[in-house]
T-cell receptor, first 114, second 115 residues
Framework: AQSVTQLDSHVSVSEGTPVLLRCNYS??????LFWYVQHPNKGLQLLLK??????LVKGINGFEAEFKKSETSFHLTKPSAHMSDAAEYFC????????????FGAGTRLFVKA | ETGVTQTPRHLVMGMTNKKSLKCEQH?????MYWYKQSAKKPLELMFV???????ENNSVPSRFSPECPNSSHLFLHLHTLQPEDSALYLC??????????????FGQGTRLTVV
């Protein structure tokens, strides 16, 4: 069965330092993977998605993620954190198994210190 | 703004009340969804509608009753809720059912508190 695990419930970084939010997935087929961001009192917004094209995917606001099949990972990174990046981030896997299923990770809350 | 609007943004209701949540999208999407977001738990899919027809009910208690009168509107009728139903209820839409290449557009949610 497909699943997605976000390895950290909270990540804290200083402004201007790199961001790494980790995501591992389990899938029997060739999944699509997404990262969504949720700012306080807002809905979820798509950051980027991987759909079997280039393994390095660039998204909005300077974020990118790399699909690594051998490691079953899809970690989200950004070279330099900004205060406005403070939010909750969700890794999502979508797969064909048992009919198309979309599974959300539990989320990682990113704190950015001045 | 994502094009998906939810009202009200906040709702406090007693366990014997009846209330409704509303979701509206003007993106021309065919699929709409209700999700429940509780603290420290993954997002839970509740209901899926595709072309106004319910395609998925994820074992949701009958005190939650969805209604989709057309492709642009989705309601969630609430009746005799429990305190553990307090959560953020998110509506989403997508061009077609979520799949490999389809992303969801979310509303801002309704923060529901059951007292």
């Amino acid at each position: 069965a497909q699943s997605v695990t976000q390895l950290d419930s909270h990540v804290s970084v200083s402004e201007g330092t790199p961001v790494l939010l980790r995501c591992n997935y389990s899938s029997s087929y060739s999944p699509s993977l997404f990262w969504y961001v949720q700012h306080p009192n807002k809905g979820l917004q798509l950051l980027l998605k991987y759909t079997s094209a280039a393994t390095l995917v660039k998204g909005i606001n300077g974020f990118e993620a790399e699909f690594k099949k051998s490691e079953t990972s899809f970690h989200l990174t950004k070279p330099s954190a900004h205060m406005s990046d403070a939010a909750e981030y969700f890794c999502v896997v979508s797969d064909l198994e048992g009919g198309f299923k979309t599974i959300f990770g539990a989320g990682t809350r990113l704190f950015v210190k001045a | 703004e994502t094009g998906v609007t939810q009202t009200p943004r906040h709702l406090v209701m007693g366990m014997t009340n009846k209330k409704s949540l509303k979701c509206e999208q003007h993106l021309g999407h065919n699929a709409m969804y209700w999700y429940k977001q509780s603290a420290k738990k993954p997002l839970e899919l509740m209901f899926v509608y595709n072309f106004k027809e319910q395609t998925e009910n994820n074992s949701v208690p009958s005190r939650f009753s969805p209604e989709c009168p057309n492709s642009s509107h989705l309601f969630l009728h609430l009746h005799t809720l429990q305190p553990e139903d307090s959560a953020l209820y998110l509506c989403a839409s997508s061009q077609d059912l979520l799949s490999r290449n389809t992303e969801a557009f979310f509303g801002q949610g309704t923060r529901l508190t059951v007292v």
